[in-house]
């Protein structure tokens, strides 16, 4: 008797486990997404990802449940979402360059492989701008280039981080100039802006659009943004191009999944992330947070990974910026 | 003036008051838990502003982090379980008067500090906000280190009973502190294999654990003379502080709100140097300074009018400026970019309505934190009187949730209960935890702002003695090192003039 009703039990389980699998796809998403965000609330990588939920909500018809499983520098949330069961009900954030390096910066330690990150779309590239303060001297990028040239190693630019994105844009500017400077790590945007505006370091590299606020009151000015065309928040700033130094650095976020998710299932989300950065209220908000919206899809955005990838690999290779 | 005007009006909405209730209460709901910090209690309030109009959010901000500050402080005084810390110096004094029966009275000084603290400096705010936002930009690497040294060595100082071990806990927390990425060289120093340590050893578990689980296993394990049994037990005490005690303390308060109102102005300083700075200075001061840590009024005071004047401070260059002064603002900043809301000086021009309207919610969130505080202090009290195998457990509770709250991470819990039981060895062996967790909080503001003068020096020490600022602190701290052995000496010697025979 036992063993019969045992059998019914496992039995049923089977039959309503397939069952459930087929129609997991046609009714996703029958429960709410949770969307895991590697950096904490409030930051500027939490504040997009709670916009796009807002708006993703709104099409999906699902409630989308921010998460934020921080630590170091984006890591553990990473490694959380590429564990995650690709079911759909889980997706993530991913910011590169991080995502991309940390792989080979951290060969020893690293707890996921970039194979298992599944990209979707990217919403936001933030580009990297090099600025002084408002009384400095020195108002174009060349001007800076020959002073730091008249000085080499004095002059002192902060960046938030060795081999963040800010520091890997000062560290090309100064191989491209072909300069020597001596570079002050800060901990986040807060401190090193405090130190530029306090006349502590000389010059400051970091995002735009926390630098934004800053160069549009007039407290500091951007000698260059590293970007390829001029960025819309900050109209009047040269890029780096412009001026005959051509680097292009960016801070990336977009939106992955665990690879592995049911392709009828990506395509559902794909769907979604497509209408909402398009929608114009997303635009909008985003907008007012001086964050430029650069939308590459699936393909799109997962050669631009590998091209990442790639070039500071290379880079790494010859000349690792971490000395070991 | 229109502004201000304005502003009450948009603050005594139904509405509004609704919000600042609510977020008060929630503020010190998130204050008194162990492991639930200010910085989470803003986080957590981001997601809820997101469907409100930008002055009810930041009315609700507000709330919740000036009186999850508050909030802190009652743990600390009746268990002993700083939440942050920014408590831990409100808990030196006030768990002995909580011990001796006191405890009604300290949470009233308590309040009564915190009020005075939070006043001061959210009237800073108003008033001369764009003129001490200059202070942050003076204060340079060089001052950050000098600093940090102070604090320490203030630390130190403070649990002087036994110097010795307190500069060993000392040690061992500036040790700890070297864990984790080094953001100059991007070297992985001590990691063990573990990427949850790649941001360095992470405070608050350790907090969680040196204070409140080992707390908890004290009131759990019965040991001969250290349990508090029938005879020992917490005991219950109804009066509020004496107004003549309250009289005492006025300047005490009043020297603590500058300091941490100035602390807090700081960008990256933390709480707890401003805690102990004004506790120092109040033991200093005082006509018995043999008092403080056994249970003297005047201790809980001066660290609770510091660590809320910090709340006004941090605020100051984070409207003015738009740098955060501390964690908590840096998430007030994601909440007001969210809304619109670039901080900066246009804050005061453009958007000066709802900037005001948070000023203004700011003195009525301090009143009410009071008030509330107040009332259920007589209550609050009784919570001693649950019997240690009861209240051992639930503290424990609420340490494991909190600290896997903080980044939803099973190694922080395990981290806790490491640190819960060299918490409870330290205590049984006399070393005072505080400057442990101090130093884990000051090393790497030492270290890196050491690192970073020295490279924009390169390497050379004078700078320290050729900045005006940091020549008074180098001259601080000279000072706060020669005097106690000063006064030893002189104490000494007139043991030896009374008693030549010794």
Redesign the interface.
Known sequence: MFKKTLLCAAVTVVASAVSLSSAVAAEYPTKPIKMVVAF?????T??MA??FA?YAEKYIGKRII????????G??GW?FLSRAKPDGYTIGLINSPGVEIYPF??A????YNLEDIRPLVNVVTDPGVLAVSADSPYKTLNDFVAHIKANPG?V?VSHE???GDDHLAALTFGKKANVDM?F?????N??A???L?????DAFEGNMSEA???I??G?VRALAVWAPERVSAIPDVQTGREQGMDIISAASRGIAVPAGVPDDIYQKLMETAKKVVSDEGFRA?LA???MPVNPMYGKDYEQFMQTTHDTLKSIWDVEP???? | MDYLLNAIATVFTFEALLVLFLGTLAGMIIGMLPGLSSTMGVALCIPITFNMPPELSLILLGAVYVSSVYGGSVTAILLRTPGTDASIATSLDGFPLTSSGRGAEALGIATIGSLFGGLFSTLALLAIAPLLSKVALAFGPQEYTLLALGGLITVIGVVSDIPVKGLIAAIAGLMLATIGLDNFTGAQRFLFDRPELIDGMPLLPVLIGLFSVSQAFNLCVPVAGRVLDENTKLRFSGHFPYFHDIKRCLRTMNRSSVIGTIVGILPGAGTSIAAFISYNEARRKSKNPENFGKGELEGVAASEAANNAVTGGTLIPTLTLGIPGNAVTAVFVGGLTIHGLIPGPQLFTDFADITYTLIMSLFLANILFAVLGLILSRHLVHVTRIPGALLGPMILIFSIIGTYALRNEMFDVWLAALFGVIGYFMERWRFPTAPLVIAMVLGPILEVNFRRSMQISDWDLTVFFTRPISLALVCMIVAAIAYPVWRHLKHKRALNQVNPVN
């Open positions: 904490g609330a409030g930051g500027s939490d504040t709670r916009i807002k921010v998460i934020n499983k921080t630590g170091a520098g890591e553990l490694t910066t951290r020893e330690t690293i707890q004095k002192t981080g060795v081999g001596n002050v790590a800060f901990n986040g807060a401190e802006t405090a130190a505006l306090g006349g502590h370091i934004a606020a800053q549009k009151s407290a908000e007012k947070l001086n910026w971490i000395v070991k």
